[in-house]
Nanobody, 110 residues
Framework: AQLVESGGGLVQPGGSLKLSCKVP????????MKWYRRAPGKQNEEVAA???????YVYGSAQGRFGISRDNLNDILYLHMHDLRSEDTATYYC?????WGQGTQVTVSS
């Protein structure tokens, strides 16, 4: 099973990005889906989560700026990021249970 993230890149402070994660159907419907990030020299941080029935949660400094959603027809997980800051620079990972994507890099810099 493979989770495939996309949508990362370089963005200026205050900008927006939308990350996508294509998820195998069996995983998408078995697990609550999550986004994590890992900044250089830091531990994994859970950014947002969404349950199979659509209840969504955003954590920490991402609250008020990020949103998580799911496309139930196409088994795609999204992370909507706004008002990006330099401290949001990290590799972002899609997660479902024991399954992880390869990560997509987000760099916030002017």
């Amino acid at each position: 099973a493979q989770l495939v993230e996309s949508g990362g890149g370089l963005v200026q402070p205050g900008g927006s990005l939308k990350l996508s994660c294509k998820v195998p159907e069996s995983i998408f419907w078995q697990y609550n889906m999550k986004w994590y990030r890992r900044a250089p020299g830091k531990q994994n941080e859970e950014v947002a989560a969404i349950t199979t029935d659509g209840r969504d949660y955003v954590y920490g400094s991402a609250q008020g700026r990020f949103g998580i959603s799911r496309d139930n027809l196409n088994d795609i997980l999204y992370l909507h990021m706004h008002d990006l800051r330099s401290e949001d620079t990290a590799t972002y990972y899609c997660n479902g249970g024991p399954h992880w994507g390869q990560g997509t890099q987000v760099t916030v810099s002017s």
